[in-house]
C-alpha cells in the first residue's frame, strides 16, 4: 500500500485546509485510517482516526475543529481542518493500519499556520 497525501499548505489563523491520502493498491476498506502530524522538536501525534466501520477519535486538541472521513469507494481519506491555530502548524501525515505488523505511512504533507 502506497500513501500519498496533499491539499497542505499555509494559511491564516482562523481558515482551513483540507488534506487528502490517496491510496493505492487493494484492501482501503480494510484499514483503519489516521492522520497524525508532527510540529519541529517534538513527537509525531495522533490527531484523528477512523475505523472501518467509519468510528472516529480525535485528539482533545482538534475536537470540534478538524473533521476525518474516508471514502471507500475512491480509496480516499480526507482531513477537513477548521478554525486553524498556529498551534496546527506541522507535517501532517497519513496512516493506513491494518494491524500491528502491516501499518503503512505517506510522506507528509506541511501545514503552516501564520499568527
Known amino acids: 500500500v502506497q500513501l500519498v497525501e496533499s491539499g497542505g499548505g499555509w494559511v491564516q489563523a482562523g481558515g482551513y485546509l483540507r488534506l487528502s491520502c490517496e491510496a493505492s493498491?487493494?484492501?482501503?476498506?480494510?484499514?483503519?485510517m489516521g492522520w497524525y502530524r508532527q510540529a519541529p522538536g517534538k513527537d509525531r501525534e495522533v490527531v484523528a482516526t477512523?475505523?472501518?466501520?467509519?468510528?472516529?477519535n480525535y485528539a482533545d486538541s482538534v475536537k470540534g475543529r478538524f473533521t476525518i472521513s474516508r471514502e471507500n469507494a475512491e480509496n480516499t481519506a480526507y482531513l477537513q481542518m477548521n478554525s486553524l491555530k498556529p498551534e496546527d502548524t506541522a507535517v501532517y501525515y497519513c496512516?493506513?493500519?491494518?494491524?500491528?505488523?502491516?501499518?503503512?505511512w505517506g510522506q507528509g504533507t506541511q501545514v503552516t499556520v501564520s499568527s
Open positions: 477512523i475505523t472501518t466501520g467509519g468510528g472516529t
Open positions: 496512516n493506513a493500519r491494518f494491524n500491528s505488523i502491516l501499518n503503512f
Open positions: 493498491g487493494s484492501g482501503f476498506r480494510l484499514a483503519t
